[in-house]
């Protein structure tokens, strides 16, 4: 069997070549996700339950960007997606004043693109702040500061009702209004789906820059790459920035009545952004196309454990007489994802996906290639006996 797999690998390189290949694969997949909402057989809940695996396969691939590259682990996802909604949806209620600059904006004239712009820029803010204040410490700080951060936002806007709506949450103003459900929900997980698509391409690119060799520097030895003239605070800071306002953009769009009409406090809750982190660490916390494609694919398996159908083959049936019987799995799916967990971080810490995306890019090769080079060049030479002594 080894062999077989061997000589189709052999035949692959040969030819078209596995990255080719895994360009091909991704290239369908995309065309799948496009032509999915045109098949009328489709419900508008297959589509809500891929918009949902949309929504947090960027926040994953986001937290891979900031942790699984950079090395900053942070616990403030829910906070960053809290301020970009929440700034938004009092935008479109109160409108926007600065009496200092004579600017007077009613509510009625803010429109729900520019409260998106707003809220992708709130969260972009805080979250230079914190950077300021705290990426200047060690990592450790900046994880409790999130979690704490987080759940005090979460309390604000809970407690200030009179703005908030407190545990009535707020509700956003909606990208599009037509009537129609079906077109308006054909039309949103289109927004989504481009959304995923460009965090992901704006990511890849930053992580295959410069930039993204010094955040891996960073992540391997601060000290060593500051030391060889790299600004380290400037580019903690940096990617702190990014990942927050592309947290705060994803949010804002997302229950702008994409994926969600309102937002709620118990939507920000710590559990949250733990759901997160599993789905990255599932698909492969140092790949971003890996965390992302395990957070769409585990959200979408929690959505189908919900019920799990057992059918009985041979004509057996069940007491009642039936063919098949249907459990209710609602409580026991994330006890089924626990265990998923526990054995991914036991057995693969790299995440499921990533040997499979390391064959794809022909690491797995490289590797074979560095070993055997380096093993060559460690082998001691034999010296040469004295008949092959030059005279």
């Known amino acids: 069997m080894r062999a077989l797999i061997k000589a189709v690998e052999k035949a692959i390189d040969g030819s078209i070549g596995r990255h080719k290949l895994g360009l091909g694969l991704m290239a369908l997949v995309v065309l799948f996700f496009l032509l999915f909402p045109q098949d009328a057989s489709q419900s508008n809940y297959a589509k809500t339950v891929f918009i949902f695996g949309f929504f947090y396969a960027i926040l994953s691939s986001s937290w891979a960007l900031l942790a699984g590259i950079s090395g900053q682990f942070s616990f403030g996802h829910m906070g960053f997606l809290g301020i970009g909604a929440y700034t938004a949806g009092l935008l ?30 709130a969260a972009g803010f805080v979250g ?27 309390l604000v806007v809970l407690t200030e009702y009179d703005y908030t709506g407190g545990s009535n949450g707020i509700k956003l103003q909606p990208i599009i209004e037509l009537g129609d459900v079906i077109a308006e929900r054909q039309i949103e997980y289109y927004i989504m789906f481009g959304l995923l698509l460009a965090s992901l391409a704006l990511m890849y690119m930053i992580a295959n820059s410069r930039i993204g060799l010094f955040l891996r520097a960073m992540r391997e030895d601060e000290d060593a790459a500051s030391s060889l003239g790299v600004n380290v605070v400037f580019y903690k800071v940096l990617i702190f920035v990014v ?45 971003l196309l890996g965390s992302a494609t395990g957070a769409f694919i585990a959200l979408y398996a929690l959505e189908q454990l919900r019920q799990i159908t057992i059918a009985l083959p041979f004509g057996l049936t069940f007491a ?16 089924i994802f626990g265990v998923a967990m526990v054995l991914t971080l036991r057995y693969m810490r790299n995440g499921l996906l990533y040997p499979i995306l390391q064959w794809f890019q022909g690491r797995d090769i490289a590797m074979m290639e560095t070993v055997s080079i380096r093993q060559a060049d460690e082998t001691e030479p034999e010296l040469p006996t004295e008949t092959e002594v030059p005279s």
């Open 320 to 335: 009642d007489g039936s063919t098949y019987q249907t459990f209710d799995t609602s409580f026991w799916r994330y006890a």
């Open 128 to 154: 230079l702040i914190i950077g300021w204040l705290l990426l200047r410490l060690r990592s450790s700080y900046l994880a409790l500061f999130t979690i704490a951060f987080s759940e005090l936002f979460r």
């Open 243 to 287: 990942t927050s306002m592309i947290i705060g953009l994803a949010g804002t769009v997302f229950y702008s009545n994409v994926g969600s009409e309102r937002i709620v406090p118990d939507q920000l809750e710590v559990l949250g952004t733990s759901l997160i982190i599993a789905y990255a660490v599932l698909g492969g916390m140092e790949s």
């Open 92 to 121: 479109g209620r109160y409108g926007l004043s600065l009496s200092l600059v004579g600017v007077e904006i009613p509510p009625e004239s803010v429109s729900s693109i520019g409260a998106i712009i707003v809220g992708t820029l």
